[in-house]
C-alpha cells in the first residue's frame, strides 16, 4: 500500500513538473517575440547553384525582412574566403521593411567538385549571427 501511494506521488510529481515546463516554454517564447528590438529574418538562408564552369562567377540575392519592432543595423558581412564578395543594399531595414545582400562566388583554380561558401551576417538583432550558405558542383 505504501508503495502506490510512493509511485502515485511521484508520477503526480514528474507530471506537474512537465506541465510548468510546457507552460514556462511557451511564456519563454511569447516574451521573446515582444521583445522590443529588431529581428533579421531571411526569406531563405541558402541557395544552390548547380554546377558552375571554372572561370564564371555566379551570383545570388539573399532577402531579408526586419520583423523586429526597432531599426535593424547591419554591422558585417563576412565570407569564408576570398573567392566570394557581398554587396549589401543599405544598412539600417526600419521594422517591416525588407533589405538585400547579394553574394558573388568566383571560384579559384584549386576549388572544384563539391562548394559550400558561408556567409556571416552580424547585426544588432536579437538573433545577432545568421549564416547564410551557397553551395554547388565547380567543373572544369
Known amino acids: 500500500m505504501l508503495l ?5 506521488i511521484i508520477g503526480f510529481w514528474l507530471i506537474s513538473c512537465f506541465v510548468f515546463a510546457q507552460d514556462s516554454i511557451r511564456l519563454f517564447k511569447d516574451t521573446l517575440s515582444r521583445i522590443d528590438a529588431p529581428r533579421i529574418t531571411f526569406s531563405s538562408n541558402s ?10 562567377s555566379v551570383s545570388h540575392t539573399f532577402e531579408f525582412t526586419n520583423t523586429g519592432t526597432k531599426d535593424l543595423k547591419i554591422l558585417a558581412v563576412q565570407t569564408s574566403c576570398n573567392c566570394t564578395t557581398t554587396l549589401l543594399e543599405k544598412k539600417i531595414i526600419p521594422p517591416g521593411e525588407k533589405g538585400k545582400i547579394t553574394v558573388i562566388y568566383t571560384p579559384k583554380p584549386n576549388q572544384k567538385n563539391e562548394q559550400k561558401k558561408v556567409i556571416l551576417v552580424i547585426s544588432n538583432a536579437i538573433n545577432k549571427e545568421e549564416l547564410l550558405y551557397m553551395t554547388g558542383f565547380v567543373e572544369n
Open 4 to 8: 502506490k501511494k510512493i509511485v502515485f
Open 47 to 56: 541557395f544552390h547553384f548547380g554546377n558552375l564552369k571554372m572561370g564564371n
